[in-house]
């Protein structure tokens, strides 16, 4: 088996493909070109785009060339896969806003210097936006039976939920076609990549590709990732794990990967670090909190650096280790007026973006989940005076895994 499909397998990173064989010997041969795309929907990334992110990387290490799909052009339709409803349409000034700001993060995860498999970023709308609809749908749409673009999952599930798919969704799967054949054209891209619930639109591109010039692509797709409790990656209790650190701090990050359920370890040493495969059979029988803290280093540096990996591992081994948190621990300033205001407990944890809900905080301080520098707090209605400051700061916690510095600025 070709390298890097043998990798990709071993990584857990492998659900299906068109023609394996194929493109295995293919890849033996040569060195290709494949892709992946994101719609830029929000302006960050979020943890579940992180496995995309990995097999870019895994390309790149083996010697292919990546292209990134930033969807421009299909972002303005919206991907009605996975989706229970139509999204938000955005406008052009949000989207422009979002490409840049997406593909600075991937660029983070990518390497840029060597020629050969420096990643090519696109975006769809250079080539959607002077569409003819009347060529498009005699050259391109004649190639597409309503009975087929029925059968696939993100149209099906849809209707079979007797929930509304307009008919600009249900055009997403020919346009996505319609990018994997203007890049096979233009880029001679030989592959595509994506989740497993692509599957359907990525057939349809391999498929156009072939009736359409003759040549011959592939598909291949990963696994929908879930966490061993059944939760959908990349969301948690308090919204999703961001890429970009002004959404999700370093520390954040750090922590989340740290608080792994000791059944997805080892599984997500694979997924989503560098590790090599027989460095990390060696040690996958380790001490579980160790492993933890090796997972939540290597992802932090891979997104963060080194130095904020370091610094957030040495904070939460001040926050855990007793009443003080040293200069590595995350922190926030409020303005000394906020006192003069009866600043309240329920205010302070707001202002602290630990929780956004005030019901949720009052249920955390009537089951003892709130410390203010370690003692338990039970009064919702607290005021936070001076007092509470020790050599201007206090240190606020909620639950045994998050904890804060608040400064007086």
């Avoid at 290709?32 to 790149?60: N, P, W």
């Avoid at 969704?169 to 891209?189: R, V």
């Avoid at 989340?256 to 027989?278: A, C, I, P, Q, Y």
């Avoid at 001040?318 to 003080?324: C, D, H, L």
């Amino acid at each position: 088996m070709n390298k890097f499909l043998k990798e990709f397998k071993d990584r857990g990173l492998f659900y299906q493909c068109t023609n394996e064989d194929e493109l295995s010997s293919l890849m033996d041969k040569e060195k290709i070109k494949a892709y992946i795309g994101f719609d830029c929907t929000a302006e960050s990334l979020h943890v579940g785009s992180l496995l995309q992110i990995m097999c870019l990387r895994l390309l790149q290490k083996n010697g292919h060339r990546p292209i990134v799909l930033l969807g421009g052009g299909t972002t303005r339709i919206g991907d009605p896969s996975g989706k229970d409803k139509t999204r938000k349409i955005l406008s052009e000034e949000e989207i422009e806003k979002n490409i840049k700001n997406i593909k600075n993060i991937l660029i983070k995860f990518l390497d840029n210097n060597d020629p050969e498999t420096k990643p090519i970023f696109v975006n769809n709308y250079t080539w959607l936006k002077n569409l003819n609809y009347i060529s498009f749908l005699r050259d391109i749409g004649k190639h597409f039976t309503i009975n087929r673009m029925l059968t696939f999952d993100s149209v099906k599930l849809r209707l079979d939920r007797e929930q509304s798919l307009s008919y600009m969704e249900f055009n997403y799967m020919i346009l996505q076609a319609y990018d994997f054949l203007e890049l096979s054209k233009k880029e001679n891209c030989a592959l595509q990549i994506g989740g497993s619930d692509q599957w359907g639109n990525i057939v349809n591109g391999v498929e156009l590709i072939k009736r359409y010039s003759n040549k011959q692509s592939y598909g291949l797709t990963t696994p929908l990732i879930t966490l061993a409790t059944g939760a959908k990656m990349g969301k948690s209790e308090n919204g999703a794990i961001w890429l970009d650190e002004k959404f999700f701090s370093a520390y954040d990050y750090w922590q989340f990967w740290r608080n792994t359920d000791d059944r997805d370890v080892v599984k997500f040493l694979k997924n989503f670090t560098d590790m090599k495969m027989e460095d990390i059979k060696k040690i996958e029988n380790n001490n579980i909190n160790n492993l933890k803290i090796i997972l939540a280093n290597e992802t932090t540096s891979m997104l963060h650096g080194e130095e904020a990996a370091k610094n957030s591992e040495q904070a939460a081994k001040e926050a855990f280790s007793g009443n003080s948190l040293g200069s590595s621990s995350p922190s926030i300033k409020i303005n000394s007026k906020n006192m003069d205001n009866k600043l309240d407990i329920i205010d302070l944890i707001i202002l602290s973006k630990l929780e956004k809900s005030k019901s949720e905080i009052r249920r955390l301080i009537k089951g003892n989940a709130v410390k203010i520098n370690d003692k338990v707090i039970s009064d919702e209605k607290l005021i936070i005076t001076n007092e509470f400051f020790n050599k201007n700061y206090l240190k606020l916690s909620i639950g045994k895994k998050r904890h804060l510095k608040i400064e007086l600025d």
